[in-house]
């Protein structure tokens, strides 16, 4: 203690008798504010009930939709961009954005074809090989925004580009049959393969993304390496300062987004029989992807959102495309309406942000 | 006489033409507060990003503890048990408080749970940081798992200086800690820096308060030019002596003085 502390404390004499406390928490009692903070810790939970609301909105409407044949199809719908979104979901939450997600899927699928009938690989050494080279081309994008710090958007465009014209180039446009898959390499139609309880079919597809989106809600929620991903998409320097190598992560994110890409290329071949490289994955995956994961509540601007919200945005999507179609309206009425909730679920985020002003 | 515990010698840093550190000196003397002041571009940023591993100086030595060490990061540093709570904080606004002063150095599950699954041990990871919270108190932080932008700017800091000091078992350095806040949470922090130096950690504390300064130091380094000018004593001088020192409108006392 210095003998002088006294009269440099001085100026602050008229502190006395206020508040010593520093850490002071007063419960808001305003209903607004408490479903605000609601939300900020429950992000899933607006895409839960938009969901839910739509689902007994369409029961409603038409009587053939909440069947469980009418459920299971959805589910098979959003099979492929759920599995893509889990891909999207890890890059957005580092605050990144992937637009080569279809393009990988669907070279990945085209590799794994390819290396089955050109080059006479068993079938699920392909599929292993192509499982490699799908995580490859994360990898390099995770090296390019990493090591050389350049921004994700304009990396993803350039390999979006790249990979979907390779993809052309090596398979020079040409699509194997599905007959030809199910007679000599069965293996590569592995998730279209399908279980039938009670005659509703549901495809092994589905499982897998529910297992996936389980796995990686998990690994976000109750590991080190998710609470990374998350601080790293926060606010990247602050995670790099507390010791989380944020280089290391990022280059990680896009690897593991590469190796969901190339799982998706594989059920994509389950799922359409055939192997095609012009498979409308490779233009539409990027945007379909980024929608589940926006209406799912998760913010473009990293760290906030969850995993499941992003499964309810998937959903959501394919609830409407299913519902309006049973509904009888123009098919364009989809669009319209994915478009408004896309502005909803980004009003919706800015809002939670503020939570803390 | 008692050896610093931590000491640098001739350390010297370049950024291109600019010498930020000129062959400076440093001593931080076991449980001392020991503040460091300079004026704009003294270099007292490069001193610290030195001493805490964010920079590696280009020349020069540093000793923890009577042993020479070379810090390849801030992790690196944070190894060694020296813990830094930075102007920024470096907190991720949206993760919770535990999950924040766990950053890096998360506990895992004991078992299978831990070992294969990485399960983060949330029970024990919330228990140790409300204790150390509750010690430095700030006991009146309820809810663990709050997030840190739900928090007012003293409460940050009170969350980033007890992070350090529930980690830094050798020396805690406090860049700015006060700039950023009121005069009522100021006071806290001062507070939360005394106690933290009771609990026998020694702190380097980089500040442009003179107030806080002379208040809480017990020795003050004064940075100029890239070197340290002169270490003196708050009961010495005052504080016009010291900004004079700084800026050079009065010549320094003679020789760094011995702690």
Redesign the interface.
Known sequence: MTSNGNTAAGFEEGLQGASEKVAEFHDDKSLLKRVQHWLHQTPSAVPMIVLAVSVVVFAILSENFFRATTMSTILQQIAIVGILGCAQTLVILTAGIDLSVGAIAVFSSVLMGQLTFRYGIPAPMAIVLGLALGTAMGAINGLLISRLKLPPFIVTLGTWQIYLSANFIFSANETIRSQDIAESAPALQFWGNAVQPGGVKILFAVFLMIALVAIMSYVLRHTAWGRHVYAVGDDAEAAQLSGVRTDRMILQVYALAGLFCAIAGWVMIGRFGSVSPTASTGQLGNIQSITAVVIGGISLFGGRGSIVGMFFGALIVGVFEMGLRLVGTDPQWTFFLIGVLIIFAVAVDQWIRKVSS | MTEPILKARNLVKRYGKVTALDHCDFELMPGEILAVIGDNGAGKSSLIKALSG?VQPDGGEIWLDGKKVEFAS??DA?AHGIE?V?Q????????SIA??MF????L?KPGIMGSL????D?PAMEKFAREK?NELG??????INQ?V????G??RQ?VAVARAAAFGSKVVILDEPTAALG???S???LELI?DVRSRGIPIILISHN???V?????RIHIHRLGKRLCVIR??DYT?SDAVAFMTGAKEAPGEPMAA
């Open positions: 964010a801030p992790l944070r830094c930075y920024t904080l470096a907190m991720s606004p949206a993760l999950d924040n950053m890096g150095r998360e895992r699954f990485r399960k983060l949330r919270l700030l006991m009146t932080i309820q809810n997030a932008e739900t928090l007012s003293g409460q009170g005069v009522k949470e006071r806290r922090v005394r003179m107030p806080h002379f208040e809480v130091a017990d708050p009961d504080m």
